[in-house]
């Protein structure tokens, strides 16, 4: 089973940047899709991005153009380049794995991103 430990969150004003990074540990990743769910207050969980085990990226709309997701298999490392940032971006990010369907089945307990105005 992959725990994983998600950091790199904080405060920003908007238009700024951040980097999240998700540390994975026990079994190996190499074969494993992962990305990042984000709960933003009053709304359900939801994907903003996805990456394939050999890197091919997926994101939501909301994001596309302003987030980039990328993995270091051999690190286990997941990470979340976050550009040009918007006060509906806030929320806690939570880097997940996923079955080969995609689809999350495991998350991690999440790294708070307060976007100011």
């Known amino acids: 089973q992959v725990q994983l430990a998600e950091s790199g969150g904080g405060v920003v004003q908007a238009g700024g940047s951040l980097r999240l990074s998700c540390e994975a540990s026990?079994?190996?990743?190499?074969?494993?899709?992962m990305g990042w769910l984000r709960q933003v207050p009053g709304k359900p969980r939801e994907p903003v991005a996805g990456?394939?085990?050999?890197?091919?990226?997926g994101y939501s709309d909301v994001v596309k153009g302003r987030f980039t997701i990328s993995r270091d298999n051999g690190k286990k490392m997941v990470y979340l380049e976050m550009s040009d940032l918007k006060p509906e971006d806030t929320g806690v990010y939570y880097c997940?794995?996923?079955?080969?369907?995609?689809?999350?089945?495991?998350w991690g307990k999440g790294t708070q991103v307060t976007v100011s105005s």
């Open positions: 990456i394939a085990g050999d890197g091919v990226p």
């Open positions: 026990g079994s190996d990743i190499s074969n494993i899709p």
């Open positions: 997940y794995t996923a079955a080969s369907d995609g689809i999350p089945n495991f």
